[in-house]
């Protein structure tokens, strides 16, 4: 399959919440483009539970690089950076998060910023992380859990983003292992209701960073996933595919 992915692929790599996967997600794509010749990073725009989380850490240590991944703001509560700053009495200012984010954007090379938690995380000045990836203006990865509760946080999380005109290239179903009903029959049911294309991620090992990339590439159809966000960011619609043949 001809490889679609342009240098300047941007995408945002959100969750339905926090601790879905996203920072997993990244790394594997990052590591991907990384492997395929791209000069990729991934951007925190504010890390918080700083230490000892440290998702870009974790995406430089999964591609072997530290020019794979670059971060904000650190705080150490582990709440959402709103709330983070308060505790802690710092100060952010969501227009130099965006700032931050925007420039990574911009530079030459595919950049995949990564959520805090899930869309509606309060950041700073009122703004949340659904506000950020839509003035971004790039298209979004949603990654969700495999089973039963799914239905609602991902149709939700898609219909919150398309009203804010982020194209949703595609649902990942994170942790997938086909073992109940409701993680067999979530995928489809998700394509049908919101008509985006679903992918599984089974679990993969976490024995060390460099595994989760290579885990997530055999695992995650990437090249798949990334023409779907090139064709999305290409012309800001949002592409279906056939439906997904999943064992039920
Ligand atoms: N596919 C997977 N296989 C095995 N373990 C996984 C997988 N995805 C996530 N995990 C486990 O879940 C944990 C949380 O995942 P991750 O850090 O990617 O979540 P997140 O959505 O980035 O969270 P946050 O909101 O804190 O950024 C990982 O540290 C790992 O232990
Ligand atoms: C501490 C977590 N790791 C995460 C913050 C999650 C905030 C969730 C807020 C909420 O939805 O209740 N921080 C982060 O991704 O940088
Ligand atoms: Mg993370």
Redesign the pocket.
Known sequence: METMVTSKLNVAVVGTD?GVGKTVVTAGVVGWLRAAGYDARAV?P????HPP?D?AGFVAAACGTHAAATCGPRLEP???PAVAADVADRTLEYSAIRGTCETERDRDGPCVIEG???LR?PLADGQEVIDLVADLGVPAILVGRSGLGTLNHTALSVAALRRRGVAVAGVVLNQYEGSTTAERTNPEIIEDMTECPVYALSPVSMETPEDVVAGVREELPVEQLLQTVASAEADGNEVSRNPTEFES
């Not at 504010?46 to 539970?49: D, E, K, M, S, Y």
């Open positions: 926090t925190k504010v890390q918080t539970g989380d998702d582990a709440l959402a805090i938690g899930g995380v």
